[in-house]
C-alpha cells in the first residue's frame, strides 16, 4: 500500500487569494492549478464560479500542501476548512479506505470517477475528521 497524505485547504471563493499569499509567505511553488471554468464539467456552475480553484497543488519547502474553493453546492462553514487528503494509487485501496473510514461516520461526497480522479470522495469519520480520498490517474 503506497499512500501519501497532505493537508487540504478549503476556501469560501478566496483560493487564488490564498495561493497567492502563501508563495508571498512560505516561497510556495505551484506545481497545479485548474478552476472550475477549466474543467469538463464548467457548464454546470454559475458564471461567478468559473474562476474559483477547483484544485491546485503548493510545494512549501519538502511539503505539498492542496488549495481549492470549496464546491459551491456543499455547505461552508468555519471548522471545515481544513481536511487531510488521502492520496491512493488505484481504485481498490482507495474503495477500502473510504468504507473503513464511513463506519460510523458521515459522507460529505460519495466515492466516484470524476474528471481528475478515477475514485474519488470526502467522508468525516467517526471522530469529526475529513478525508478526502484522492485516486491518481
Known amino acids: 500500500m503506497s499512500l501519501q497524505l497532505n493537508s487540504f ?3 469560501n471563493g478566496r483560493a487564488k487569494e490564498a495561493i497567492e499569499f502563501y508563495q508571498q509567505v512560505f516561497d510556495a511553488k ?3 492549478k485548474q478552476t472550475i471554468g477549466e474543467g469538463p464539467d464548467a457548464s454546470k456552475f454559475k458564471e461567478n464560479e468559473l474562476d474559483f480553484i477547483a484544485h491546485s497543488i503548493l510545494k ?3 511539503t ?3 488549495v ?6 456543499l455547505p461552508f462553514q468555519k471548522g471545515n476548512q481544513i481536511s487531510i487528503c488521502v ?3 488505484d481504485s481498490t485501496e482507495s474503495k477500502y479506505i473510504f468504507e473503513k473510514l464511513k463506519e460510523n461516520g458521515q459522507i460529505v461526497s460519495e466515492l466516484n470517477e470524476i474528471h481528475f480522479s478515477p475514485a474519488y470522495g470526502i467522508v468525516t469519520d467517526k471522530f469529526d475528521v475529513t478525508f478526502q480520498i484522492f485516486t491518481k490517474r
Open 9 to 11: 485547504i478549503l476556501m
Open 30 to 32: 505551484v506545481i497545479f
Open 60 to 62: 512549501i519547502g519538502e
Open 64 to 66: 505539498e500542501i492542496m
Open 68 to 73: 481549492a474553493d470549496i464546491i459551491p453546492s
Open 87 to 89: 492520496t491512493c494509487n
